[in-house]
């Protein structure tokens, strides 16, 4: 919203943010049901849960696969050309963990909707404040964080954990960056914005 090149930014969520700006317009939505959303030319998703907080597979899949592709289906219809989506580091349509299997589905579905550039940031661990967004702390969520950050120079940068204001960063770059094609930016590149 601070960028002077954009003139509108357009929110879907099932609740409001707590949030106002002159440019912002939110709309709460059921993504089960998508309206026809307004005329844009890009599109971020940031959309996700975990099983445990989702309650099941189905419950999961529904979130990080149906709601992703519906939601970039239909900024796509309306007129995006681009889009930058949260994935996660080990994202694979092949793998035999259902979480990293759901994630690269995920990632295929959205190859195949016809953007001319798909910006895919594959964090690790997202480290941020989850409270502000009415988001449950995990169990061993800050333990981990304490552990991660003192081990941080023995962890590979692709699975240190990351702020989530990084990977934010790096979808607004590779946004403003974006060539034709699909970009995947792994968590330690995330790390340098």
Known sequence: MADDSVATVHSLGRRPLPLQHNKLTQHTVDFKALPALPRVDEAFVALGTTIKVAGSQAAFRAVDFEAIVAVAQAAR??????????SAMGADPASTI???RVKGETEEALRGLGFA????????FLAGDRSTLGQPLRSGEKLALRVSTWLKPLIPA???????????????????????????????ELQRF
Not at 77 to 86: H, P, Q
């Open 98 to 100: 259902f979480y990293n």
């Open 117 to 124: 550039s798909l910006i895919i940031a594959r964090p690790s």
């Open 158 to 188: 692709n699975y240190r954990s990351i702020d989530v204001r990084k990977v934010a960063a790096a979808l607004l770059d590779g946004m403003r960056t974006a060539r034709p094609g699909v970009r995947v930016i792994p968590s330690g």
């Open 77 to 86: 219809a309306s007129g995006a050309t681009k889009i930058g989506v949260v």
